[in-house]
Structures are given as C-alpha cells and as structure tokens.
C-alpha cells in the first residue's frame, strides 16, 4: 500500500476521513485497521469482549458504551468498579465537569470536588449513591445470599432507567458485565457496611470466572476490543486465552511495550501467549480513547449500519433518540 | 462545561464529531479546544506559524500541509531538512510505502528500503533526489552566491510543479519556508559537495534568522501552530517571543513534559518564557499527530470555510480538485 | 536549590549517586525525592502500603519486594493475581528467562514460551503451579470453607520455603497481602475448577475489604509506595482515603496525566480526593520501575540501615545472605 | 540469560547495581545493555559521538558532559544552540534553580524567570550572555571573517575558563562540537545583530557538514551515543551512515518509536537505513537521560578506568578535582 497525501473537502464524513487516515501513517494506519478489524469480527458473528476502564465511565465515552450495547456490537463488557459506580451515579443524575488538567488540588479537595485528569466529580454524588446502593442491595438480597458479581450488576441494571446507561442497556441486552475487582472503589465499602450486617450475603467472584470462562467456547469465533489496559484487559484476553485464543483483537493504550505492563502490552505480544491467534487480525493503536475509540468505532458503525448489522430498527440522530426515549427492538 | 455522553448517528461529519469530543473528557476536550483556538488566530487575523518535523512529510500529511498553504492557513511554514528533501521526492514522482513497526530492519537493508516508523523509503529515491538538487543548485547559484535558506527553498519551489507539494504551493503563495538546520540531511551532503566545487556559494543561515524575526512585528497578532517538538516548534515560538510572544498556540505532540524537553514542553510553560501572552488562547493535544492534526484541523477548515475565510475561490472535494488542477486565485 | 553540575568518582555508591541526582534536573530530582519521602515514612513510623504489578513479579524484582518485606519495610502489600502466581511458579523452582521485545511471537507460541516484554515463561511453569495450588486449596478447605483473600494468602505463603519469595517472606512477617482481582489469572481458574468440586468453598473479597480498611486508623499515619499502576495502586490509596488520606506518598510509573488513568494519576491529584493529605510529603517519578525503584530504594535503604531502622539483626550482601538462609530475627 | 532476583546489599557500588539490573528485566536489561556497549566501543577504540539536547545542558548533566570530554569517552560532540547558550551562561557564573513542574508560569514570566521543566533560568543570566558573545564575536571577527560553526565553538571554548564547561573541556582536548542549528536560540539573534553591522561575517554551516563527515572514515569503527533526539542524534547518525554505518550505538529517549518520530527512533530501526551494521551492538533504553545516563555511564566509566582506558593520570573525586582545579595532562 502507498503513502498517499491526505486532502481535506467540505463536509468530511468521519467515515471519509479514517478511509483517508488508512494511508497517511504511523498511528493513522493502525487506527484505520482497527476500524477494519472491528467491522471483520461482526461480519464473522465473532464474540465480541469490550473491556474499559473507570476513567472512561467519568468522560463521556459512557454513552457511547451504552450506546454499542444497544446495537449489539460487544457480548461481554470488562470493567472495573468505578466504572460500575460512576454508571450508577450518571443514571442517578448526577453530572461531572470538565476542567483542567492543572487545577489547584489542594483548593478543590476544600470545595469537595474530586479530580481525574480534567474532570471533576463532586463528593455529593458519592452520598447520592451511596443511598441507593444500600437500597439495590436490599432487594438482592433478599431474592438470595450469594450472588456472583455479573448476576449483581444486571440486577442493578433492571433497577435503572436511563439510555445511557451502561449497565442498563447491558440489562435490558443480556450483556453480562464482569467486573473481577468489584471492591476497588465506593462500592466495596458499601458491600462490606452491608455484610457485616448480613454475614451470610456473598459476592462469588470464583463464580464469574466460570460465567466469563463458559460464556464462549473453543468452536466460537473470539474478538476482544480492549481500552486501556489494567485487568478489563487482561481478564477479557485470558477468557479468550482459555478458549483457543481470540480470532480478533484490537487494543487501543497509552502505554507503550516497553515496560511489560498490561497496559501497553501488544496484540503481537498476545500471540505468543496464544491469547490471540498466530493468524488473527489485529490492531494496536496508541492514543487517547476518548479519542481514538470514537474516531474508529464511528467509521466502524458506519460501514456495520450499511451492512444491516446494526442491531434496532433504526439508529438516528442523538436529538431524535433522546426524543423517542430509546430503542424498539 | 459539564461532561456530556457522545452519541453516535448516522453520517456523522469530522465538525460534529469534534464539536462533541469537547465534552467528552481528557485528550478530546484538548483537541477540541485547538479546533477552537485555530479558528480564533484567523478570525483576528494573526500572523500564523506553522510547524512541523520530517517524518510528517514521509507520511501522507505533506500534501495537507500543501492544501493548507494553498487556502490561505500559514503565514509562515518551520521545519527540518529531511521534510525539504522528502516533498521534493514525491514532487518528482516518489513513491512510499505503508508497511510494519515490526519488519525486519535487517532483512530491509538488504532490499535497500529506509524505515520510518511503519513508513518505508526506497533507496533509491535518494538518487533521483540527487540529480534534481545538483541541477537546481547550480541554477540558484547562476542567479547568485549567497542565499538565505528560506531564499533557497522558494527557488526550489518554483521549479516544481505538483499541487500536493509544500514547497510548490508555498513558493507560489509567497509563504516563507524556515530551515534552521538545512544541513541535517542528504541535501547536506549535496550542499556540501556543491560548495566543494563553487567556494563563494554561501548558504547563509543568520540572515534568514533576520527573515523570521522581522517577518513579524510587535505589533502583529502572533500564533503557532506546532506539530511535533525538534528545533521546528523551538524556533518559532523563539521568534514570536522577540516580538513580544503569541496570542495563540496550539501544540501537538506525542511527548510530556516530564523530561523537560522542547518536544514536551507545553503551551503552558510557554508563558514563563513570554513565549505566548499570559492571557493567549492555547490548547496542548497530546497524541499522535497523524490522527489528531488532520481531525482537529479538518474541522477548523469547515469553521473557516462556512465563515468565508479561505482562500481560494472553491475547495472542493479531492476528486475535483486533483481534476481541475487547482486553485484560480 | 541550585542545579549542580554531576560529576562521576571512582567506586561511586547508590546512595551518592541518588544525592547527586537531587540536583542534577527533570525526573532525577523526583527520584531523589522519592528516597527522602521514602526515608521520612519509615522515620516517622508510617503504615506503609506497597502496591505493585504482575510484571514486576515477572522481573528481578520479586526478589527485592521479598527483602524489603524481610526488613520490615512494607506494613501491606497489594498487588495482582498474576504476581501471586508467579511468586509461587518462582518459589517452586520454575525460572524465567531474559529475551528480547523483538522475539518472534508466532515462533515462540510454537515453542510454548509467552512473552511479557522482554521477559519470557515457559508454558510448563504453569502446569507445576496447577498441581502446587490445587494441593494448597485442599489443605486450606480442610481448614475452613470461606476465605478472605489474604488468609489464603497468607496459608500459601506459609507452605512456601523460599527466602527470595514475597509470598513467604509475608506470612513470615505477618505482613497482609491483598490481591483485589484474585481471579484474573491462571489461579482464577484453579479456583473455579475447585468451587465446582467444593460448592461451599468461598473466596470472600468483601471479607478483604475490611481487613484492609481495619489494617490502619484515622490516628495512624499512612504511606504509599505505589509502583506502577492498575487496582493495586487504586486499592491501596482508597484504604488510605477511607481513612483520612496518607501522610506520605511515592508513585513511580510510565504513565502520564494526561489520559486520565489510574497509571497515570499523580500524587498531586491525589490531594484533590483527600487520597494524601494536602500537607504530605509526595513525589510522583515517571520512568521504569525496573531501574528507578532499586535506584531510590536502595539508597533509602542505605539511609535507614545507618538509623538503625531496619529489622533484622544484620543486613548483609546477596552471597552471604544466600550461604546463611536468611533472617534469624 | 536466566531471570535473577534483586538483593539490595549495604554499601552498594553504582557498578553493583547496574550489574545486577541485567537481570532483573525491562528497561533494566536495556540500561545494562547500554552500560556494555558503552564499554566495548572504547575498548575497540570506535570514534564516539555523544549528542544531546539543549534541556539537558540546563541540568546538572553539563557538568558531566564536561567530565567525559576530560576522560576521552566522545571525539565529537554534537547538540543544540541552547546547550552552547547555556553552557556558556553557566561558564560565566549563571546559577540556574531546581523548581517544580506545578510552578505557576504566569507569575514566574512576571519574577522574569523562564521554566524548563521543573528548571529555572533567570532571564538577567541572559543579558550577560549577550556582552559575552559579542564581545567573543568581534575577537573572532578580528581574526577571520568566515567561520565553520564547529571552529566558531572551539574558539569560544578557548575562551572559557570552566572546568566544567563543556565548551572549554572541548576546546582543551580537541573535541570538535557540531551545532548544525546554530541560530536557533537567543545566539541566532546576537549572530544576526553582530552579521547587519559586519555583512561580510558568514557562518559557514555547509563547511561543518564536510567536516563532520571527513571527521571519520568507512575504516575507522565508529559509536553513537544519542541522549534524547533531535537533530543532534539524527545529525551525528547521518554523518555515520555516510561512512557505511556505526558498530556501536545506544540511544537514551523517553519517546516511543510508535509516532515515527526521529526522537522515538530505534537502534533497530537505524539498521534498515544502515546508519548502524547490520551486526552492531545496540541498546535503546527508554526513560529520563538525567537518570539513565549518568546510571550506565558511572557503570561504564569504573569498567573502563579499571581497564586503564581513561584519560587523565587520575580520575578523582568531585572535592579533589574541585580543589586541583583540572587535568595535568
């Protein structure tokens, strides 16, 4: 393939632009191949694990997630725990800001406004949630005393009602979220208050290991699109590992190879481990998500959209979906 | 600014899809943000630098930077010798390859192909490249013996003939091209061996110091655009500083500012120096300036142009411009 | 301070060197930096958490951890299944292999060897750790049935005999190991294989969340010594968040701020949540743990062994260490 | 190479520990790696060349730039306009300030102090920079009017009276600097002042390019070590590639080869260009120069003083080399 020149015309569809971004280079190429990979593994009805991270639930890619629930491209999502939290409190209506990367911290921790990165999170959002953890948890409980952590975060979906939420959509889709550190943040305060009241409430982490590990099978075609690293990535790959390793993959990262991080672990390293297949298609784009995931996955959306693979009798504009309330499937 | 969740729809434009990356979180809001300072330094009408490194023009970005000249964007264009000598090789039919990070270096040496990246330069590129500089110099030096740099390369220029082409469309449109280094490639080598033969050919790199200083004044609005670090962004963001620093910059690059580097160094930083005004208009993107410079910039072009600030009488789709050949003005 | 000129002597020690680099500029100065923060916790008796990732168990470095656990550096450890695993593949004998981030994937894939950088595992290492852990887990269920995760640490650790392992050298000292993602590696799957032979077998991570929480009080003063990123660091800075914020704080990464991940944050964000205490001592050095984290470490050791603040009766060097068979504390 | 766990032991030697990072993994391997090719082009007698950026020069690294010029390590020195700025600065008595990277840069460009990094320069240092260099130009005007930059720099070094100047060590052992961007800092500007009252002084930069070429030939062996990137490391590996290629090469940079960037180029990479053989000894280490190098290089330089292979009767320490005042070779 030949460098070719990029020239910009009115009216640029993103989908035109990462056509173009396919031969300009370096990080452009791979990004427009991620683009293809994802298109590729829908088309062969692979299963798709999308794992993220909390910091990608505190920006506005939250939507986006729920949104690709909704039309059915991941059949597992991976995340951490305050991913799961921050979910929660968006559905619950509490709104983040943007600021800025160099804040006064010592000044916002006096005004109880928490930062990540330039976003800003008010303490208060933690109260709200907090009420209303206890009270999911209640009802949890009393259906039965052990539950494994996927069972727990659909039940707190049906008990949402918001389009944009993750864990909603997941619900209403039968998406099962795993989650395999789900005490690392708010929430693991909240369930260790509510078992030293109910010492024979259990969160069965072992089990979910079995629910991720059986939800696909060595015959299944496998694809993984991990953003960021930490273990969202690695527990999505491992599932994949265990299984005959994935067909498809497409890590988008900060983190560079070199040093032996998850984060910054590549698709090619994954072949050696058998994670990915010897012949699978694979991407790695280095990058900011909030970016590089929305510049792919929109031409990705795009290209599924002509194909009638997008699942929902239609998808339109955010202005009508917010009107009509959401999907009709 | 409250984050705000991104929504996909169908048919989806680079402006819309920047215009939400704003809300969105982290690197997005920085990207959206140049979108929004290069907007500004053309409505007021600054005098703009624009800055970038020798890989960009192996990439496929040359011929936007061309396009850009050619509707009007850069007062002032900086770079390094190996982007002289690269938009000159494709200017006179070059061809070069998209291939792999992981090909094997070795293996290409032999093949006699030059790796950048995941970008690949034939050897013998470099030999047509030689031909052509010989002729040019002795032409320039027919006309005189002592040259600024910027004089040298608009002579160059002129004696291409291809609209995707830097040089071509700066010489044409009159945009001053700063070389500090010119030496620092293969047209070293040539310069060199031409000087071997013609003793009083001087290439006199202190009075173009003198063409970029006075080619702004105090009194002038001032922006730079940089693309990437090297001695290119240093050097324009020196000149503006003698005049009194920058109402606008927009940075773009892959590195931190955690070793204390010119790559790194942010817009930020820049006020210490009164590199850009304490009260400038800055945004600093952190990411692979393939992806980030052609989405953020493309959506500027459609601001500007809605806005009547480009120039040239249409801009028009690739197809018809590489048609009719180009612009009318 | 003043910048100073470095200047190499002849038989140099760590401790002089990492002096030196207070002064010298960027990163060094935050590495020096790290040793004073790093000496100052212990001085002032601090309950100090060292959180660090599954890659560093894979290098050298396991070794060290072990010895600064021997020590009495570290009143906690947090860290990740994989680091768990290997520890145990190590401490059973299994030895990894130095390589190159240029190895042929595919090839080693053949070969059964799985790469982490630049450091590669043999595939059979993991079918000893699968006879060793499913061995352990019966004799843990013939104690009690419901584990939190650091007990079952702890009961591995004491059926290890190996001074170089953490495992080993923690349940030696008491010193609690939490592992908040306990399923996402290999031994996730032991453990899932063994639930459904042991329905009542219950690893209890909400159980941990306690302990973690209960380890340390409002009135003590707490540090964090966090090496790279992931839930490791997250878990070990929200048990010190929960508890009125640490006093002292080291982070030392490849990430930056500027994506907004956990890898990334820094301990200046931290002051934001009440994560640190607005008035405590930080440092935040951004490089490879490989090589900064002996660096500054070695020299607060050098420090704290001349205050007589280590534990032990002596510390001395790897041969004699090696011939003695460790500690007779 | 076998994995090896790292033991701390009391009074380590810099030499230790480099020798025990080998093994540990990561970019440890990588520093180790350095450290022994570092030493075996000196052994094989390779002409080096050391190349840094500007940045580098404000931090306490000049002084061990300075240091290594006194022992013999490089036989040419290539770099930025910045660095011979502010070496000469420091020469003159300019003390520069260790700060923070949080420094509020508004307020600093009101004190008139300019960051770099978490560095502080007073601009006051740069008004006795002016009267230095043009006085140093006019006694260098009186004796030629055109003048190679590399000649220009050597009689500045003269000049000096530092022996920890990297311009007057330089000068005192005959080591040619090359600064193939001689304008581009705050010299550029006195350069061209000092050309519009005395048209006919030229700065010769096409000279140096022969002289930075014939400086080596395709017999002699010949080194690269490359600190950070810019031109100074492209500049010294082109004049290497024209001769056939380095044997030895080790570059130190915190930029990652995945932008394709010259700063983020590999030694692999340099093999497909044939700017290092095919069968040379490489080593890219990934991280902070003001940590890493003076880490490999104390390493390399107690290897090689054993070996007798440093210049200078004795290599001393700081006091005693303070307090001697320099080399009595």
Redesign the interface.
């Known amino acids: 393939?030949?460098?070719?020149?990029?020239?910009?015309?009115?009216?640029?569809?993103?989908?035109?632009?990462v056509e173009?971004?396919g031969?300009?280079?370096?990080?452009?190429?791979?990004?427009a191949k991620a683009k293809d990979v994802i298109v590729k593994m829908k088309k062969d009805n692979a299963k798709v694990f999308l794992t993220f991270?909390?910091?990608m639930v505190?920006?506005?890619?939250?939507?986006?997630f729920?949104?690709l629930v909704k039309v059915g491209i991941p059949n597992f999502l991976v995340t951490?725990a305050?991913a799961i939290e921050e979910d929660i409190m968006?559905a619950s209506g509490e709104?983040?800001?943007?600021g800025s990367?160099?804040?006064d911290?010592?000044e916002?921790?006096e005004k109880g406004?928490?930062?990540?990165?330039?976003?800003m999170i008010d303490t208060e959002g933690y109260m709200a949630f907090e009420d209303w953890i206890l009270g999911a948890l209640e009802k949890c409980y009393a259906k039965k005393k052990r539950w494994s952590v996927s069972e727990l975060l659909r039940e707190f979906g049906l008990m949402l009602n918001d389009e944009?939420s993750i864990l909603y959509q997941a619900a209403k889709k039968g998406v099962p979220i795993f989650c395999?550190?789900?005490?690392?943040?708010g929430i693991?305060?909240h369930?260790?208050l509510f078992?030293?009241k109910h010492k024979d409430?259990?969160?069965?982490?072992?089990?979910?290991?079995?629910n991720i590990?059986l939800g696909t099978s060595y015959d299944d075609k496998k694809a993984v699109i991990a953003l960021?690293?930490?273990?969202s990535k690695?527990?999505a790959i491992?599932a994949t590992l265990?299984n005959g390793g994935a067909e498809y993959a497409v890590y988008m990262t900060?983190?560079?190879?070199?040093?032996?991080?998850?984060?910054?672990?590549t698709t090619?390293?994954?072949?050696?481990?058998?994670k990915v297949k010897?012949e699978s298609d694979i991407a790695t784009v280095?990058?900011?998500?909030?970016?590089?995931f929305?510049?792919a996955?929109?031409a990705a959306?795009?290209e599924l959209?002509e194909e009638g693979l997008l699942e929902g009798s239609s998808?339109?504009?955010?202005q009508l979906?917010a009107k009509t309330g959401g999907e009709q499937k």
Chains 1, 2, 3, 4 share one sequence.
């Open positions: 393939m030949k460098v070719k020149d990029f020239v910009w015309h009115e009216g640029m569809k993103v989908s035109e632009l173009e971004l031969q300009v280079g370096f990080q452009s190429v791979e990004l991270t909390s910091n505190t920006s506005g890619l939250r939507g986006f729920a949104q951490t305050g968006k709104k983040f800001d943007v990367f160099d804040n911290d010592v916002l921790h406004i928490n930062r990540v990165g330039n976003l944009d395999p550190a789900i005490t690392d943040a693991g305060f369930l260790y078992q030293q409430f259990i969160v069965d982490v072992v089990e979910d290991f079995g590990l960021g690293g930490s273990i690695h527990h491992l265990l900060t983190a560079h190879r070199s040093s032996g991080s998850m984060s910054g672990a090619q390293e994954a072949k050696s481990w058998g010897d280095i990058g900011d998500v909030t970016i590089m929305p510049l996955m929109s959306l795009e959209q998808v339109v504009s955010r979906s």
